[in-house]
């Protein structure tokens, strides 16, 4: 991925507010929560690729140098985020979250797929992480068949579009509900979402911001948490690996490839919401067909 595409999503991670939903303390985490956390997150993919494709025609997406089939297939990715909305507010009835009002920060064509994969990427890890809490098996089946097409969409963007590997490695990163949540929080407008809403128990942490660097090497930290941060830990695959802070910058492991998420805590082995000081932040670290780390 280009330089700049790569700075934008970085960017795009860390500049907007962060909106928080209000959390219910001891909340029991049933389906009916989960759902409407996946309908949350639906709700966001499906705005994006709405107003998206609103604003580009054909030959917008050509222009920006963007393969001539690219924007059918993103019209065909969007039909399926529409499906995915109406199937869980089929699912919650009128217990089905609204749709809020969002700022997606991408200027054109170009930059559009370059979030595209990165919130496809993380609606993965969503339903990933998620999958834990269900425990109507009808229930888990579905979020599993939705889970695969999130995949199949993060991938052919990556692949076909972007011109990436479709995938970070063996393993996709499982997320926690907050871990998501501040994510996705960052492109819900500040007090746009319906007040009738089912409150949600979840929370957005402050923003981390790592600079753009390559792993094994140095980079600086700042996030807008209250207290101070001890460690790094980065989130690849199954595993957490993590690195200490040392005067503002901390040293990147070396081996993270793809998406990789960074989360700022006051722990050296273990994260919990408790230890969490800022982030999730998004590294992308993408690799050539030799497995070789693309610099541009």
């Known amino acids: 991925m280009p330089h700049a595409l790569l700075s934008f999503i970085v960017v795009a991670f860390s500049a907007h507010h962060v909106v928080a939903s209000p959390l219910i303390p001891r909340q029991t985490i049933d ?9 949350t997150l639906e709700h966001l993919e499906n705005a994006f690729y709405h107003e998206a494709l609103a604003k580009f025609d054909a030959k917008a997406f050509t222009d920006a140098g963007l ?32 749709a809020c009002k969002y700022n997606f920060p991408y200027t054109d064509p170009k930059s559009f797929a370059a979030l595209s994969a990165v919130l496809e990427g993380v609606g993965v890890s969503a339903y990933t992480g998620a ?17 695969a097409t999130e995949a199949r969409h993060a991938s052919w963007v990556a692949a076909a ?10 393993l996709d990163v499982p997320l926690s509900l907050n871990q998501v ?23 957005a942490f402050p923003i981390l911001t790592l600079s753009v660097a390559s792993p094994g090497k140095r980079s ?19 595993f957490t690996l993590f690195a200490p802070i040392e005067n503002g910058e901390v040293t990147l492991p070396e081996g993270l490839t ?5 989360v700022a805590c006051n722990s ?23 497995g070789n780390l693309i610099h541009t």
């Open 161 to 170: 579009v972007n011109k990436v590997a479709g995938w970070s490695g063996a």
């Open 220 to 238: 600086t930290v700042k996030h807008q948490g209250t207290t101070d941060a001890t460690h790094i830990a980065f989130f690849t695959g199954l």
């Open 258 to 262: 793809g998406q990789v998420y960074a």
């Open 31 to 39: 389906d009916s929560v989960i759902l409407n956390y996946a309908l």
């Open 67 to 98: 393969p001539p089939f690219a924007r059918g297939r993103f019209q065909q990715v969007a039909d399926h985020e529409a499906a995915h909305v109406a199937f869980l507010s089929g699912a919650l009835g009128d217990k089905a979250t609204k």
């Open 181 to 203: 949540y501040s994510l996705a929080a960052q492109f819900i407008v500040a007090g746009s979402c319906p007040s009738t809403n089912p409150a949600l128990p979840v929370m």
């Open 268 to 290: 050296g082995d273990k994260v919990t919401d408790d230890n969490t000081v800022a982030g999730p932040a998004i590294l992308l670290f993408e690799m050539d067909s030799n």
């Open 131 to 147: 999958a834990q809490f269900i425990a109507n098996k009808d229930y888990l089946t579905a979020a599993a068949s939705v889970l």
